[in-house]
């Protein structure tokens, strides 16, 4: 059964319906893959730049307190030992690469079953295009309105973005983010209110999300 999804213009006019493959808009969702990629991407971004020091590390401590024995103290090798205030830390952060390496199958899985979720909640809406005439953010911010998105976080995906769109979202990331379909993973798509899909870059997007082209040329030469 093949799957639709609505096509509108600039002007936020519904212009009609175009097929879209059902093994990449209609997939099975899997709920556990999300998560394990949400994760692996989310930790992907961290720097992991924390350090504490520890007691070799923290300047000064090089003369024992007092001495071992007669004082009545508590006996005390360095005043950089970890109970003393300002001491070196036991067991502390350092840094540390939280990368979490995913295999290509289960990123292109992960597209899928993110499409598949946004074409499910109805949150996927393909333009006909989107072009400025100036690289203006109020040109910009005036056809999201249109589209009556202006309060979502929306994610705009394209085959080759021009500069006139990229400057003129610079000023609004945080609610209107643009990719073009070979930088577009599931990580982008699910964190997303609503996703708008260039007419043209469908099929591009399908052939990816389907790890269609190159490889199975290859494959077949192989055979």
């Given at each position: 059964m093949a799957q639709e999804l609505i096509v509108i213009t600039q002007d936020g006019k519904e212009s009609g319906k175009v097929d879209v493959n059902p093994e990449v808009f209609a997939s099975r969702i899997n709920q556990r893959l999300i998560e394990l990629?949400?994760?692996a991407y989310a930790g992907n971004q961290r720097k992991g730049?924390?350090?504490t020091k520890t007691r070799r590390e923290v300047r000064g401590g090089g003369k024992k307190p007092w001495r071992q024995k007669g004082t009545g103290n508590a006996r005390q090798g360095?005043?950089?030992s970890p109970q003393w205030r300002g001491g070196g830390t036991v067991f502390g952060p350092t840094p540390r690469s939280y990368r979490t390496?995913?295999?290509?199958?289960?990123?292109?899985?992960a597209l899928v079953a993110a499409l598949s979720l946004k074409a499910k909640q109805e949150t996927i809406q393909v333009i006909e295009s989107l072009k400025l005439k100036n690289p203006k953010t109020k040109e910009l911010a005036q056809i999201i309105e249109n589209i009556?998105?202006?309060?979502?976080k929306v994610l705009f995906v394209g085959t080759k973005l021009g500069d006139e769109i990229k400057r003129a979202s610079k000023n609004m990331r945080k609610r209107f983010k643009i990719e073009e379909v070979e930088n577009v993973n599931a990580y982008d798509i699910l964190r997303k209110q609503h996703i708008i899909i260039e007419k043209d870059a469908l099929a591009a997007l399908e052939k990816r999300a389907l790890a269609t082209g190159r490889n199975d040329k290859a494959r077949k030469e192989k055979v």
């Amino acid at each position: 059964m093949a799957q639709e999804l609505i096509v509108i213009t600039q002007d936020g006019k519904e212009s009609g319906k175009v097929d879209v493959n059902p093994e990449v808009f209609a997939s099975r969702i899997n709920q556990r893959l999300i998560e394990l990629v949400l994760n692996a991407y989310a930790g992907n971004q961290r720097k992991g730049l924390a350090d504490t020091k520890t007691r070799r590390e923290v300047r000064g401590g090089g003369k024992k307190p007092w001495r071992q024995k007669g004082t009545g103290n508590a006996r005390q090798g360095s005043i950089r030992s970890p109970q003393w205030r300002g001491g070196g830390t036991v067991f502390g952060p350092t840094p540390r690469s939280y990368r979490t390496e995913l295999p290509k199958s289960m990123k292109r899985k992960a597209l899928v079953a993110a499409l598949s979720l946004k074409a499910k909640q109805e949150t996927i809406q393909v333009i006909e295009s989107l072009k400025l005439k100036n690289p203006k953010t109020k040109e910009l911010a005036q056809i999201i309105e249109n589209i009556k998105l202006e309060n979502k976080k929306v994610l705009f995906v394209g085959t080759k973005l021009g500069d006139e769109i990229k400057r003129a979202s610079k000023n609004m990331r945080k609610r209107f983010k643009i990719e073009e379909v070979e930088n577009v993973n599931a990580y982008d798509i699910l964190r997303k209110q609503h996703i708008i899909i260039e007419k043209d870059a469908l099929a591009a997007l399908e052939k990816r999300a389907l790890a269609t082209g190159r490889n199975d040329k290859a494959r077949k030469e192989k055979v």
